[in-house]
T-cell receptor
Framework: AQKVTQAQTEISVVEKEDVTLDCVYETRDTTYYLFWYKQPPSGELVFLIR??????QNEISGRYSWNFQKSTSSFNFTITASQVVDSAVYFC?????????????FGTGTLLAVQP | DTGVSQDPRHKITKRGQNVTFRCDPISEHNRLYWYRQTLGQGPEFLTYFQNEAQLEKSRLLSDRFSAERPKGSFSTLEIQRTEQGDSAMYLCASRGAGASYGQYFGPGTRLTVT
């Protein structure tokens, strides 16, 4: 069975602090994709990143960076120098690469509150 | 705007009424998904279309739920005889061919059953 766990329910930081959101996944599949989505108060899920199981290189995009470690089944997300606009719920998700559907399995999300 | 659109954005209905939601995917995307999200939870998969064919339905999709994508473009999700437990955000997503593509979500329809 596939499962995504985001143990941090809520995180509160002060602007300009760095923050890391944890994601741990379970799957028996050898080929899969991992995703991060942002859900601001408006409700729309915004796609942030996709990572396939063959590529363990870390990725950086501006203030965002992602650390993928297959050995610990983790795909953590770090925001550097957080800003108030980063306040949102962040979801980690998993999908099986070879499936016909490629439906996403989501974690329960982490609510990030960035205080000014 | 070339993103995924959903209509209506909000729907309040009385228990027992039927409701229908519409999703217009990104035009070149032939894959379409419906998810349901309840408060404090991540989205949960409901059903999947490839072109006009409905290829998978979740066990969450009871007999009161039906989804269609008649011409492989827009999709509708109908809930018959709504119950209070149906109150949730209903999200539509689309993606292009190839598993490497991410799913792009619409703004959702928030359903409240009173």
């Amino acid at each position: 069975a596939q499962k995504v766990t985001q143990a941090q329910t809520e995180i509160s930081v002060v602007e300009k602090e760095d923050v890391t959101l944890d994601c741990v996944y379970e799957t028996r599949d050898t080929t899969y994709y991992l995703f991060w989505y942002k859900q601001p108060p408006s409700g729309e899920l915004v796609f942030l990143i996709r990572r396939n199981s063959f590529d363990e290189q870390n990725e950086i995009s501006g203030r965002y960076s992602w650390n993928f470690q297959k050995s610990t089944s983790s795909f953590n997300f770090t925001i550097t120098a957080s800003q108030v606009v980063d306040s949102a719920v962040y979801f980690c998700a998993l999908t099986f690469y070879g499936g016909a559907t490629n439906k996403l399995i989501f974690g329960t999300g982490t609510l990030l509150a960035v205080q000014p | 705007d070339t993103g995924v659109s959903q209509d209506p954005r909000h729907k309040i209905t009385k228990r027992g009424q039927n409701v229908t939601f519409r999703c217009d995917p990104i035009s070149e995307h032939n894959r379409l998904y419906w998810y349901r999200q309840t408060l404090g939870q991540g989205p949960e998969f409901l059903t999947y279309f490839q072109n006009e064919a409905q290829l998978e339905k979740s066990r969450l999709l009871s007999d009161r739920f039906s989804a269609e994508r008649p011409k492989g473009s827009f999709s509708t999700l109908e809930i018959q005889r709504t119950e209070q437990g149906d109150s949730a955000m209903y999200l539509c997503a689309s993606r292009g061919a190839g598993a490497s593509y991410g799913q792009y979500f619409g703004p959702g329809t928030r359903l409240t059953v009173t």
